[in-house]
């Protein structure tokens, strides 16, 4: 059926709307602090729909149905997970990062170690945290391609451009406010899209849920004890904890929103029911999926991959208005994750390398510099979304693979650090260099499952840091608590 005139205009509509909205905020960034943490203004819920959107990319809503639609609702027990990530990190993170006037999360480990370890911390997330996005930003071109017939090199360059305008003037602020009306738009536009899929199928929702059931499509728990299964209860609940409190305890990306909060208490309120909203989202992603298995009843491989399917089906067999709605809404999710990705790495670029090294630069100056490196991260995310183009699979497992395999090597030095009074920064180092080592093996070379990653990483992290440090006890880096 393809999209029309209404379909186009909608679409239209949403990237001008979305690109004023954020323009707004423009006038308001007069420090640092105004535009890498919004003035610290920002109340709980927004924070909470920020982090929701955050991590919420283009991967989540084309690629979450197509891994439903190839097999069941297992993944919710990586879901289930991150719920329990979000209460270890309440408890044992956000509570070091409300004590001193922090911008980025890896002032803390300068506090705790040093400066080299910040510095080799900061780095390893700027270089995996591009490279993740990297094919989060592919991911978009796969659907505007779809939906435009643009190309995918032109759709990732749309994409972009439009969400460096706001991201470049408004700063953090721009990018919460943002993701508030972005999330309202792709929670509203796939509820719009399931009610609409149920209409499609004959029977309705009886017969979705009779062929469903029927071919094991609603399970949600698998209590096998195999190493080698990526989805079941045990690597779901404690691969999604080690993964979640990573995640959202040491990578800027979702640490920045967390410290823009108006205090410790507001902050965990965020986090936590942003928790019981991903829950919900992921669920309604997954059902997405299964309904379009019982529309379609054919091979994922009919569409070339799994990720096409569902903006196929937008496309294609949703009515006029509902399409252009839904490809809106998926522009939604890219877009708000882009500019947080583009506001964060920009933050720890200025705040953890050039405000260290010119410390004498005055304020003027640093703002100019932190939308200059805002600007210079698009580029750069261009780049290596060209460079996913070639990239084979499921782009929801890439993107999470890649991002695996240096969250194990962070979260096992913040844990070193807030876990142990004689770490030190040597033992950090060499714990860091021996985790990430074995993720990276683990990426390349073994057949264990990404969703146990983050787990052996962080162990071994730590494990190897806290040898190294007691055999080195007397090094002079040991500097206390945070």
């Avoid at 496309?315 to 583009?342: E, F, K, W």
Wanted: with cysteine.
């Amino acid at each position: 059926m393809g999209l029309n005139r209404l379909d186009f205009a909608i679409i239209a509509l949403y990237l001008a709307g979305i690109t004023l909205f954020g323009l707004r905020f423009r006038k308001k960034q007069r420090t640092l602090r105004d535009y890498f943490l919004a003035g610290r203004e920002i109340p709980w819920w927004a924070i909470a729909l920020s982090i929701v959107a955050a991590e919420t990319s283009t991967l989540t809503i084309i690629s979450i149905p197509g891994l439903a639609y190839d097999s069941n609702l297992t993944f919710l027990q990586v879901v289930m997970g991150y719920v329990v990530g979000r209460v270890v990190i309440s408890f044992v993170l956000l509570p070091q990062y409300f004590r001193g006037d922090l911008y980025t999360a890896y002032e803390l480990i300068e506090r705790r170690f040093g400066r080299n370890l910040r510095s080799v911390t900061a780095g390893l997330f700027l270089l995996t945290r591009a490279a993740a996005e990297g094919v989060r930003v592919y991911a978009v071109s796969i659907v505007v391609s779809i939906a435009l017939g643009t190309g995918e090199v032109a759709s990732i360059a749309i994409i972009t451009a439009l969400t460096l305008i706001y991201t470049f003037e408004g700063g953090l602020a721009a990018v919460i406010w943002t993701d508030v009306v972005q999330t309202v738009i792709y929670v509203g536009g796939t509820l719009v899209g399931l009610v609409t899929i149920t209409h499609l199928v004959p029977g309705g929702w009886s017969a979705i849920q009779a062929a469903a059931h029927s071919a094991g499509k609603f399970q949600v728990f698998d209590f096998r004890s195999s190493i080698w299964l990526p989805y079941t209860f045990w690597a779901g609940v404690i691969g999604g904890t080690f993964l979640t409190t990573a995640s959202h305890g040491t990578d800027q990306l979702i640490v920045q929103r967390l410290l823009a909060a108006r205090g410790q208490k507001q902050s965990v309120t965020a986090l936590l029911s942003s928790g019981i909203a991903i829950l919900f989202q992921f669920a309604l992603f997954l059902i997405v999926g299964v309904m379009l298995w019982a529309y379609y009843h054919q091979p994922s491989a009919a569409f070339g991959r799994p990720d096409r399917i569902y903006p196929t089906f937008i496309v294609t067999r949703m009515p006029h208005g509902i399409s252009g709605l839904l490809i809106a809404a998926i522009l939604a999710a890219a877009m708000s994750n882009l500019s947080a990705a583009l506001n964060s790495l920009s933050s720890s670029a200025i705040m953890d390398f050039y405000a260290r090294l010119r410390p004498q630069s005055d304020e003027k100056t640093k703002m100019r510099l932190s939308r200059l490196a805002t600007l210079a991260w698009a580029l750069i995310l261009f780049g290596l979304a060209l460079i996913a183009l070639h990239k084979v699979g499921r782009v929801v497992e890439v993107g999470l693979q890649i991002a695996s395999v240096a969250y194990g090597a962070l979260l096992g030095v913040f844990l070193l650090g807030t876990l142990t009074r004689r770490a030190n920064q040597l033992g950090g180092m060499v714990g860091m260099a021996c985790g990430f080592g074995v993720e990276l093996y683990l990426w390349l070379a073994s057949p264990v499952p990404w969703t146990w990653w983050v787990m052996i990483g962080t162990s071994v992290t730590f494990v190897v840091g806290w040898v190294t440090s007691m055999v080195f006890s007397s090094s002079r880096n040991a500097r206390g608590h945070f």
